[in-house]
């Protein structure tokens, strides 16, 4: 990192930390409390995670995070997932179509292949998502976590960029009571959602909660419209009981239920492909010649079990299904000239999780408290793809079954050297294995093309060491090297790729001052980066699979702040990330599809022939060199920063709220062509106005205030793009 550039992140810290310590100057000696009812967010309360099987201070965790408090979301603009890259640092978030790529410190997932796994692993209620369905609206959230960096002890499955866990609110005993919500706006959006909590007797509760959002689409489609991509229509239940018989015991049960429809996703053309002069130059205009779908369900049962024995030490189980499923139909080209070929797709892709973690947690009152546990994951994938390609017409299809199995076994243990200085050493040791079957074939005539299955199994050590010195209650100082792991798998019955590793030398320092008014979190860490992997052609079936490149480097330095003086409160946060990949060989695989648009799955043609699409093609033209260059998808710098004011007006509140978050540009390809390969960074802008009484509240708000076009992310030779300006009213009701 060169000297201009810690200047430069110096000064961005100080511009986050310099007005609110400023502030705090002003405050009274009078302690804040954390306990008083309010109907707005509190800045001043602790921040509370569980994301290391514990209930946690986050300014006491050795960890790089960021936690929001699930009544403080919709102030931060943050409505679902990928909301959050604008309101926690060194996190991004592309949209490719039927995943999004998560990355946290430019780690996390740079293929769209179902064989690769989460470099950022998201849970939800404690049970790890697939990558599948994972855009729906938040609703009755208790908090969000996101946990920077490998997490190879603590979490179910691992990870090599981070983890982020969400968390939905449980079931109260005692406390009969909800909420209804209601929202108003533009592109004729309606969203309603509540929850009821009911306790049944001393021992037990029930909650019920919903959401309903439907909202017009952003784009046109000219010059006629075949369906409404980028429209949404989303409708989720979710139902929690919690009992609890005795002080020793108790156990909770969620079930959810999500489905939407989208009318199909909603994209152009790269600039530098083939049908990019054929695209409007409006990006709110699309071209499609064919009609588009998109539908998706998902359905999620956890049971969680607590039981602590007469020795302190806490038994939990973790148990979780999932089903998920996707149907799509695409207009390959998106655009509707007569340039031949075109191509349309269709896909469904379904994903069943079983998983089980069992933890032993102790108690922390002595010099020495430890958490050992076990985990085991089965994820059963079927993918079936049909490609026609017009004028033929000429059908591929592809048919995939895999079966995947993680096991876990691991162990963390704090020893406290001195009251104020500890030691924690923890280890994970994980099994994993998958194993494929299908066809691919060309029809007319019914041609045997390719087989896609294979089978794989890797295991790995991970772990982590680190010193954790507390001078003063107000002050912790740490420092560690970790080491986390990703699976490998397979591009084809003959070609496997290797697992992803990282070892994260860390360290940093939390501290609050002012009577707590002040809280910061710093950090910088240094990243060993092994076997990337990314996408890439196997020419000997032309499917489009995943390789390794065999090294990365990355680099950074993380800063935040919450701060409040009075009704007044400021929070952000800055990350600056210096990455590298290493150079290697490879199959452009974008310069493919420029020269035969709408072809896939065809395998490379015998020595001396040349290319017959679909049947086969010759790769050897597309084989190019990189030298290397920034890993996938990881900006430079990421910043955001909200500041509100809570104004009393007799019995009512009023408290404005603005928020700016910054994320900025991206390298989606390593061929680094400057012109397809890259997203540019964008800010965001968004604000709302609140009046609040004690149970009912009212609030103006709007997003991506300064209507900014940009593009949010990239799949195949087409690109997407993120919302444009929305605005609406909002009422909240408790009762």
Same mark, same amino acid.
């Given at each position: ?29 009078? +302690? ?21 099987? %514990? ?12 936690? @929001? ?10 409505? %679902? ?260 070929? %075109? ?10 999780? @079983?998983?089980?973690? @069992? ?120 420092? $560690? ?11 084809? +019955? ?8 990282? @070892? ?48 990365? =480097? ?31 060989? $490879? ?37 190019? =060199?990189?030298?290397?260059? +920034? ?5 430079? /710098?990421? /910043? ?26 991206? /390298? ?21 106005? %609140? ?45």
């Amino acid at each position: 990192m060169t000297g201009k550039t810690w200047m430069m992140l110096a000064t961005s810290v100080a511009a986050l930390v310099a007005p609110a310590a400023a502030l705090a100057q002003q405050v009274s000696a009078e +302690p804040t409390t954390d306990t008083e009812p309010s109907t707005q967010p509190d800045p001043a309360r602790d921040i509370i995670v569980t994301a290391q099987r %514990r209930s946690e201070n986050l300014q006491s965790v050795a960890a790089a995070a960021t936690a @929001i408090a699930g009544d403080s979301l919709q102030a931060k603009g943050v409505y %679902r997932l990928s909301d959050l890259q604008f309101a926690s640092p060194s996190l991004s978030v592309t949209d490719s179509g039927l995943t999004q790529n998560v990355n946290i410190r430019g780690i996390g997932l740079a293929s769209g292949s179902p064989n690769a796994a989460n470099g950022v692993a998201t849970y939800v209620d404690g049970v790890f998502q697939p990558p599948i369905v994972s855009t729906n609206s938040f609703y009755d959230i208790g908090s969000v976590e996101v946990f920077r960096g490998p997490q190879g002890t603590f979490v179910g499955s691992n990870s090599t960029g981070g983890a982020i866990f969400i968390n939905s609110r449980n079931p109260e005993l005692g406390n009969y009571g909800g909420y209804f919500e209601g929202a108003l706006g533009n592109y004729s959006q309606a969203a309603t959602e509540g929850a009821l909590n009911v306790p049944l007797g001393s021992t037990l509760a029930v909650r019920v909660a919903g959401n309903y959002v439907n909202r017009d689409s952003f784009y046109r489609n000219a010059p006629t419209l075949l369906s409404r991509p980028g429209s949404l229509a989303e409708h989720a239940g979710r139902i929690g009981v919690y009992w609890e018989p005795s002080t020793a015991f108790n156990a909770l049960l969620k079930a959810d239920w999500a489905e939407k429809s989208t009318g199909g996703y909603a994209y152009r053309p790269i600039p530098g492909t083939r049908y990019a002069p054929y695209r409007s130059g409006d990006i709110r205009t699309l071209n499609y010649s064919d009609a588009t779908a998109n539908e998706e369900r998902a359905f999620q049962s956890t049971l969680r079990l607590n039981y602590e024995t007469a020795g302190g030490v806490t038994v939990r189980s973790i148990t979780g299904y999932q089903n998920k499923r996707i149907t799509n139909l695409y207009d390959v080209d998106a655009t509707n000239t007569t340039l031949l070929p %075109r191509s349309t797709q269709t896909q469904f892709v379904r994903e069943r999780q @079983i998983s089980e973690e @069992i933890n032993f947690i102790s108690p922390t009152t002595g010099a020495f408290s430890w958490i050992v546990g076990g985990y085991f994951q089965q994820n059963k994938i079927d993918v079936d793809i049909s490609n026609v390609t017009i004028p033929a017409p000429v059908r591929v299809d592809v048919d995939i079954a895999n079966t995947k199995h993680t096991y876990g076994v691991f162990a963390q243990a704090t020893y406290k050297l001195t009251p104020r200085l500890s030691v924690d050493i923890g280890a994970r040791h994980s099994w994993y294995d998958i194993v494929g079957t299908g066809t691919v074939t060309l029809q007319p005539p019914n041609i045997f093309l390719a087989n896609p299955g294979g089978t794989h199994d890797d295991k790995k050590l991970t772990g982590k060491v680190a010193l954790n010195w507390t001078p003063d209650v107000t002050n912790l100082i740490y420092g $560690f090297v970790a080491r986390g792991y990703k699976s490998g798998g397979f591009a084809s +019955p003959t070609v496997q790729f290797q697992p992803e590793t990282v @070892i994260d030398y860390e360290i940093g320092w939390k501290t609050s001052f002012f009577d707590r008014h002040v809280r910061t979190q710093i950090g910088a860490f240094y990243y060993d980066y092994k076997n990337f992997q990314l996408d890439a052609i196997d020419r000997s079936t032309g499917r489009s699979g995943v390789t390794n490149l065999a090294s990365a =480097t990355v680099k950074g330095a993380e800063a935040q702040i919450q701060a409040h003086v009075a009704g007044f409160s400021v929070d952000g946060g800055a990350a600056y990330v210096d990455s590298s990949l290493s150079g290697t060989q $490879f199959v452009d695989i974008r310069s493919v599809a420029l020269a035969f648009p709408g072809v896939s799955n065809a395998p490379q043609c015998p020595a001396g022939q040349a290319s017959a699409p679909p049947t086969c093609l010759d790769y050897a033209p597309f084989i190019a =060199t990189t030298a290397g260059g +920034p890993n996938l998808f990881s900006p430079k /710098w990421t /910043w955001n920063i909200g500041a509100q004011y809570a104004l009393p007006l007799g019995t009512a509140t009023l408290t404005p709220r603005v928020n700016y978050g910054y994320i900025g540009s991206q /390298w989606t390809y390593i061929a680094y062509n400057p012109t397809r390969d890259r997203i540019e960074g964008r800010g965001l802008l968004s604000a709302s106005v %609140r009046v609040a009484l004690e149970r009912f509240s009212f609030e103006v708000f709007g997003t991506n205030l300064t209507d900014k076009a940009y593009v949010s992310g990239q799949s195949g030779t087409n690109e997407f793009y993120g919302a444009p300006r929305q605005y609406g009213v909002r009422m909240h009701v408790d009762f």
